[in-house]
């Protein structure tokens, strides 16, 4: 009983990933962000969070290496600490999403018929919204908070992730190794979480890693507009917001932030791009045949 989706093994698969420049590049950058804001607090000489209303807007010294803000704080301290924000809206509103997407696109994928029908529609329904405006008004009206902008990124996202595994879920429930467990009487749930689960999570692997990264601009977008992390929390959005007014003077201020959130895609959608190569069997036989030659 041979499963659908070829297992790939987690050696091989980050082998497979850093033989690749691009994902190697964006596994590189993601790993530092990640280490960048797990230990803020040692590699930051500065409180992200003291004034010093005496040196406001300074351009980059040896005591502030990137200046510092309209308030006089540290913009490197600001910039190391706003990573924690990003990261955290980022990596939290996929795995909620995720959860979401996957149960009910395995609910709808397995049971078909008129359950099928009625959580599609409901899916449909919510991708009729558009995705920045709905996370905006939703975030207005729950008011600001980055907990609040996570519930509003996961009541969104979850949709696209129920549309990807309800597919793979209409393949794999067709196989022989599934009519098999039915036979010998496995139980409807083992059967679902055991067996079709695990060969249709590939494609969802991947649209995770790019979630991410989509989530961190949304969320940094709505930093910038003022529904984010509410003051004085460091983050990306808000740094870019309050720099944007100060660009000819202090142009760091705006443009470190606007670099470090573009940083922080790329390097999620080149991670993204390697997964869908290492984890779908044609393209992977492409690569290994286009190394071989």
């Avoid at 549309?163 to 022989?176: D, H, N, T």
């Avoid at 749930?189 to 494609?203: E, Q, T, V």
């Avoid at 990306?236 to 959130?261: C, D, N, Q, Y």
């Amino acid at each position: 009983m041979r499963p659908l989706i070829p297992k790939v093994r987690s050696g091989s698969l980050i082998a497979t990933l850093l033989r690749q420049r691009l994902p190697f590049i964006g596994i590189l950058i993601i790993c530092m962000l990640t280490l960048m804001a797990v230990i803020a607090p040692f590699i930051s000489s500065h409180n992200p969070y003291s004034q010093d209303l005496y040196r406001v807007l300074e351009k980059p010294s040896q005591t502030h290496w990137l200046g510092t803000d309209n308030l006089g704080r540290d913009l490197l301290a600001r910039v190391i600490y706003g990573s924690r924000i990003s990261l955290y809206a980022g990596l939290v509103s996929m795995a909620i999403s995720a959860v979401i997407g996957i149960l009910v696109g395995l609910i709808a994928g397995y049971c078909g018929g008129a359950v099928d029908n009625i959580l599609m529609r409901i899916t449909d329904a919510f991708m009729c919204f558009p995705y920045f405006i709905f996370v905006l008004a939703l975030a207005a009206a729950i008011g600001p908070g980055i907990n609040n902008v996570i519930i509003s990124l996961s009541l969104l996202g979850w949709t696209g992730f129920a549309r990807i595994i309800r597919g793979q879920v209409l393949l794999v429930r067709e196989m022989p190794y599934i009519e098999a467990a039915r036979a010998i009487g496995m139980p409807e749930y083992k059967i679902m979480f055991r067996h079709i689960l695990p060969n249709s999570l590939a494609p969802v692997i991947v649209a995770a890693s790019i979630f991410i990264g989509r989530a961190i601009l949304t969320e940094s977008g709505t930093a910038f507009l003022g529904l984010g992390a509410e003051p004085p929390t460091a983050s990306w959005g808000k740094e870019l917001r309050a720099g944007f007014t100060h660009l000819e003077r202090a142009p760091l201020f705006s443009v470190t932030p606007g670099f470090m959130i573009t940083l922080a895609v790329m390097a999620f959608n080149f991670l993204g791009d390697g997964l869908r190569d290492a984890l779908d069997p044609r393209l992977r036989r492409g690569n290994i045949a286009c190394e071989e030659k």
